[in-house]
T-cell receptor
Framework: GENVGLHLPTLSVQEGDNSIINCAYSNSASDYFIWYKQESGKGPQFIIDIRSNMDKRQGQRVTVLLNKTVKHLSLQIAATQPGDSAVYFCAGEETSGSRLTFGEGTQLTVNP | NAGVTQTPKFRILKIGQSMTLQCAQDMNHNYMYWYRQDPGMGLKLIYYSVGAGITDKGEVPNGYNVSRSTTEDFPLRLELAAPSQTSVYFC???????????FGPGTRLTVT
């Protein structure tokens, strides 16, 4: 199955700075990746996704980059705000579909 | 739409007791999932279902059972609760043709 993991467990940034959260995966057969945000005491919330045939996808203040050569994806958050403080998970899905495999998560703390 | 709802929000069980965690969704999603999340960790898939009458094991199915008699409901049954099942349980659902999963608010279970 997919093995998805994160480089760093915690990230602390100043309000207004850009944040970059990284994720590595091991299964090159994965064709779909998602980033989720989980605030304390709540369920994960979808942020953005990317298919393996893309290198980059942009949303509102967020960008996901996929580097298939080194099996790495990242989530960039522009102008980070206190409301962005949460745990961020990447998840990968195998080509066969149906199941996501989640990484361990990165705790993002935004300092005012 | 209420989205994905879970009951109860909290529960304390004694070792050896049984209980059912309820999950319901009103979005007519065919796919439904049960995850557990241990403190500071990512989500691990327990069971999933691609439609009424169809269920399949995930990464950590031991000690759990599920049923899917309707599209809306996907209860998770714990038989003979053990301390290792202390965790937060999340239910999720998605459309057949979309990969984004919608999560419920979770059930925090403690087994003592």
């Amino acid at each position: 199955g997919e093995n998805v993991g994160l480089h760093l467990p915690t990230l602390s940034v100043q309000e207004g700075d850009n944040s970059i959260i990284n994720c590595a995966y091991s299964n090159s057969a994965s064709d779909y990746f998602i980033w989720y945000k989980q605030e304390s005491g709540k369920g994960p919330q979808f942020i953005i996704d990317i298919r393996s045939n893309m290198d980059k996808r942009q949303g509102q203040r967020v960008t996901v980059l996929l580097n298939k050569t080194v099996k790495h994806l990242s989530l960039q958050i522009a102008a980070t705000q206190p409301g962005d403080s949460a745990v961020y998970f990447c998840a990968g899905e195998e080509t066969s579909g149906s199941r996501l495999t989640f990484g361990e998560g990165t705790q993002l703390t935004v300092n005012p | 739409n209420a989205g994905v709802t879970q009951t109860p929000k909290f529960r304390i069980l004694k070792i050896g007791q049984s209980m059912t965690l309820q999950c319901a969704q009103d979005m007519n999603h065919n796919y439904m999932y049960w995850y557990r999340q241990d403190p500071g960790m990512g989500l691990k898939l327990i069971y999933y279902s691609v439609g009424a009458g169809i269920t399949d094991k995930g990464e950590v199915p031991n000690g759990y059972n599920v049923s899917r008699s309707t599209t809306e409901d996907f209860p998770l049954r714990l038989e003979l609760a053990a301390p290792s099942q202390t965790s937060v349980y999340f239910c999720a659902s998605r459309k057949t043709d979309r990969r984004e999963q919608y999560f419920g608010p979770g059930t925090r279970l403690t087994v003592t």
